[in-house]
């Protein structure tokens, strides 16, 4: 199975992530935790330059293909291979990452990055999508604790307003896959939510 957490700046996701593994662990599943941008050596390399490297002159092209650049690596060395085992994959952040943040907050246009996804990811599809949604402001507030921020932490208000707002609308699209978690809650009130949500979809 692959699960992926999904969710704008501030949403909590890695402080989920330990509790779900615990879960999934705890029911006899074998888990791989991982994230994106990342996950492999290469791919970790292409994150930091994305994230943290000095280029205010990256365009937002370079930047998805980039991002697509260290998915491939990540989807064919440790994606693929744990999900042909049998293994359980739990991912922080996937390709529903790229539409709401080079999609809906860079403006790049939807039907470029869907062919890059289908470029990179073939056959590989998340599960279950569970969407951390928290309000553009409380999500900013909780991130600036957090020490130096990332490029994306500093982007401005509409353009982090433009990433959730996408995740909201793929949600709505796909509710099969997706569950919106109310992530304004306290860490035990969403992790409260994400249980009941497992407890239906994984047990």
Known sequence: M??????GEGAGKSSQMARIRDWLEGRGRDV??????????????????????????????????????????HV???IRPA???????????????SFAYQGGGRGL?????????????????PDLTLLLDVPVKV?????SGRGSADRFETESMSFLEGVRQTYLERAGREPDRFVV???????????????????????
């Open 2 to 7: 692959f699960i992926t957490l999904e969710g």
């Open 32 to 73: 791989i935790t991982t994230r994106e941008p990342g996950g492999t050596p290469l791919s970790e390399l292409l994150r930091d330059i994305v994230l943290h490297g000095e280029h205010p002159e990256m365009s937002p092209l370079t930047e998805v293909l980039l991002i697509f650049a260290a998915r491939a690596q």
């Open 76 to 78: 064919d060395q440790l």
């Open 83 to 97: 999900l042909t085992a049998g293994e359980t994959v739990l991912c922080d952040r996937f390709t529903d990452a």
């Open 109 to 125: 246009p939807e039907e470029d990055i869907q062919a890059l996804a289908n470029l990179v990811q073939r056959d590989v599809r």
């Open 139 to 143: 999500g900013l507030e909780r991130a």
């Open 181 to 203: 978690i109310d992530a304004s809650e306290n860490e035990t009130g969403v992790w409260r939510q994400i249980r009941t949500i497992l407890e239906q979809r994984c047990a």
